[in-house]
């Protein structure tokens, strides 16, 4: 087994609770679900997993001007928590300092090592990378983003976008410095990887622990509820599933809506058209998973003629297929095959194709499709929890 030093924003479920609750800009909630279970996985595989953590929060989210050092063990992994400040340019170099001194620290103690990084946390993660390189220990890169595809569909102008094309350089310099990768899709490896060293495909995972969530129809809305969550841009399909939503003649039928992004103030419009979509904001992830299990059916609008969509698998499948409510989505070029029997397709992507497509599942026989949701859970609880997608990860530290 291996020590294995994990550097990402990823907190204790306790910690990210009271940052949830505290931060006027709510941190993301599928990092910290990814990071989280790989965490648990390969702690429960027997790895000796000790994490530094950079909070996943920004100047805007917060009104404290520091949060100090701190300290924290959950279960038998233990957490360490860099400095934060609100100044931009002090706080990046202090989580630098504080990094590199604390994966020292920890490097002096430890043998049979192993470096796990999120690349996308630069300031953290180039700090441990110094230090494993020094001590000539294997260094593991995380990508879940192409960071040329995040500037990309970013909605930053002016100098913050000079900035985000300054981090996408020096982010894509430093992933190219790792011994082994861990990608989301096949597509990625020819981009992060161009000497082909180790890595392994792990696409998402979900919580062993839902083994023992029962998904009950007598426990289901009443109503018929299409349930969309995540982010809340155009870009990822939700503008045209509200349109082709509000052209369905289930007027029994109803779209629920959870997150954030540039279409919020739409979508409220939206409201105000058809009494049929209602907007819940940002909530914990908790209340999300609990919705979904009593929802009728889950979708994910992503068009797949976006570039990105190779280079990505939407962690929303993952908890959606989990809840044991079934699932529709677009046939997605970074989903692979396996999952297609378990989900229903969208396979025309126009407007009209949505709308039909959810008509034709709507008017399914309520025990049809919690019979598909069950074979979904049944398929990712076998195939994709997070011990063994932590075990596929382990065979290359």
């Not at 038998?76 to 931009?88: A, C, G, I, K, W």
């Not at 504080?98 to 953290?124: A, E, P, Q, Y």
């Not at 995540?230 to 779209?255: I, P, R, S």
Request: hydrophobic share 40%; net charge positive; aromatic share 10%.
């Amino acid at each position: 087994m291996k020590n294995i030093f994990y550097v990402s924003s990823v907190c204790s479920e306790q910690k990210f609770a009271s940052l949830f609750k505290e931060c006027k800009v709510k941190p993301q909630q599928q990092a910290q679900k990814f990071h989280s279970l790989l965490v648990k996985g390969l702690e429960q595989l027997g790895h000796q997993v000790s994490v530094m953590s950079s909070l996943p929060i920004n100047a805007g989210s917060i009104d404290k001007f520091w949060i100090g050092f701190k300290k924290e063990n959950e279960e038998n992994v233990h957490y360490t928590y860099l400095p934060f400040t609100r100044l931009p340019i002090i706080k990046h170099l202090l989580i630098f300092v504080f990094g590199f001194l604390t994966c020292l620290v920890w490097s002096l103690k430890r043998k049979n090592k192993v470096l796990i990084c999120d690349v996308l946390n630069i300031s953290s993660s180039v700090s441990a990378l110094i230090v494993a390189k020094l001590f000539r220990y294997k260094s593991v890169a995380i990508v879940t983003d192409l960071p040329g595809y995040m500037i990309q569909y970013s909605q930053q102008k002016g100098v913050k976008s000079h900035i985000l094309h300054l981090y996408a350089k020096v982010c894509n310099y430093l992933i190219k410095k790792y011994d082994r990768y861990l990608i989301l899709t096949e597509q990625m490896n020819e981009i992060v990887n161009p000497m082909n060293k180790p890595y392994v495909v792990i696409e998402g995972m979900v919580d062993s622990r839902m083994i023992d969530i029962d998904n009950d129809l007598d426990h289901k809305h009443g109503e018929k509820v299409i349930l969309y969550a995540g982010a809340l841009f155009e870009v990822y399909g939700v503008k045209k599933l509200l349109e082709a939503f509000m052209k369905t003649n289930h007027k029994d039928a109803q779209l629920w809506l959870f997150g954030s992004g540039e279409l919020v103030d739409e979508i409220r419009r939206y409201e105000k058209l058809d009494n049929r979509i209602r907007y819940f904001g940002v909530v914990p992830n908790a209340d999300v998973v609990m919705e979904e299990r009593r929802a009728t059916l889950l979708v994910n609008p992503r068009a797949t003629e976006e570039e990105f969509t190779k280079y990505s698998f939407p962690s929303k499948n993952m908890e959606y297929m989990v809840s044991g409510t079934p699932v529709i989505t677009t046939r997605l070029p970074g989903m692979p095959m396996e999952y297609n029997e378990y989900v229903y397709l969208i396979e025309d992507e126009s407007e009209t194709g949505f709308r039909e497509t959810f008509e034709k599942t709507l008017s399914l026989d309520k025990k049809e499709l919690h019979a598909q949701g069950a074979k979904a859970k049944a398929f990712v609880m076998k195939n994709k929890n997070n011990i063994l997608q932590a075990s596929k990860l382990s065979k290359i530290l």
